[in-house]
């Protein structure tokens, strides 16, 4: 067995469960902020939250599927550990972009929600 | 060694599968609620438009999965014969589907949005206006 092959064995799973990890905590907590932004109507909102997951999970696991080849050839250990740090790197920081902009759509979407209110009350 | 490209092929496709399977489930039986907004709350248009909607979307991305799963690109130098070779054709191939499934999953979310958005802007809605619960402290 090569080097590689043992390399994707250990980046695949793990990354799996950071993806997965990731998007249920999103699932999780992001369906409070959901309820606001869709005046507490829950069944709408539990629909929206559980298409949103399976988009969450489609598109990374995808995206670390992709990233999984074309490595180049691994012959020792220390190349194992560094490749599989900088390919981890890769996705850990796609999954943080991905986090941040998410948080930032569910802020900016409620700002602009709450300015809606407070105008449409003022006139 | 068996052939590499059966192999490729028959890990392939029960993945693509399964994973349609699981995303069409999700987006439809999640887009009842939209359909229902979208209809007025009429239950047998609302069910039929959604089945024809998620029979549309097996079809579109099935064909487009049977559509990439050739292993190109093997007849020249490359010999396309070891394992390697085989886990890292299939991690392209599916990455590719699974992203482009994501994709196609938000346009569809997409569409319902914006039905919903039309079927508010022009028409009686059924449902009461939702009520803002209040935050309890």
Same mark, same amino acid.
């Given at each position: 067995?090569?080097? =590689? ?29 959901? $309820?606001? $932004? ?10 929206? =939250? ?6 969450c999970?489609?598109?990374? $696991? ?32 796609? $999954? ?5 902009? =998410? ?15 407070t ?5 | ?15 693509? +599968? @399964? ?8 987006? +439809? ?7 229902? #907004?979208?209809? %007025?709350? %009429?239950? #047998?248009?609302?069910d039929?438009? *959604?089945?024809? +909607? ?10 487009? /999965?049977?559509? !990439?799963?050739?292993? #190109? ?5 490359? /010999?396309? #014969? ?9 991690? @392209?191939?599916? @990455? @590719?589907?699974? !992203?482009y ?6 346009? *569809?979310?997409?569409?319902? +949005? ?9 028409g009686?809605?059924? *449902? ?10």
């Amino acid at each position: 067995m090569s080097l =590689n092959l043992l390399a994707y064995a250990l980046f695949f799973p793990a990354m799996l469960v950071l993806a997965v990890g990731v998007a249920q905590t999103c699932h999780r907590h992001g369906r409070p902020w959901m $309820l606001r $932004l869709f005046d507490g109507d829950a069944a709408f909102v539990d629909a929206v =939250n559980s298409i949103l997951l399976a988009g969450c999970y489609t598109v990374n $696991l995808g995206y670390i599927a992709l990233v999984m080849a074309g490595w180049e050839p691994i012959t020792g250990i220390e190349q194992l550990l560094a490749t599989l740090a900088r390919r981890m790197a890769i996705i850990v920081l796609a $999954l943080a972009a991905l986090h941040y902009q =998410n948080i930032a759509v569910l802020l900016i979407w409620s700002r602009f929600k709450q300015h809606q209110a407070t105008g449409k009350r003022a006139t | 060694m068996t052939n590499t490209f059966v192999l490729t092929y028959l890990i392939y496709l029960p993945i693509v +599968f @399964g994973l349609t399977l699981y995303v069409a489930r999700t987006l +439809f039986r999640n887009g009842r609620v939209f359909m229902l #907004d979208i209809f %007025k709350g %009429k239950a #047998d248009i609302a069910d039929a438009t *959604n089945r024809l +909607f998620e029979v549309g979307f097996y079809l579109i991305n099935i064909g487009f /999965a049977l559509r !990439i799963m050739e292993v #190109d690109g093997y007849w020249g130098e490359n /010999a396309y #014969d070891t394992m390697q070779e085989v886990v890292e054709t299939l991690a @392209g191939k599916v @990455g @590719g589907f699974a !992203i482009y499934l994501g994709v196609m999953l938000f346009i *569809n979310l997409f569409l319902f +949005f914006r039905g919903r958005r039309k079927a508010r802007q022009n028409g009686i809605t059924i *449902n009461p206006v939702p009520v803002i619960p209040q935050p309890v402290h």
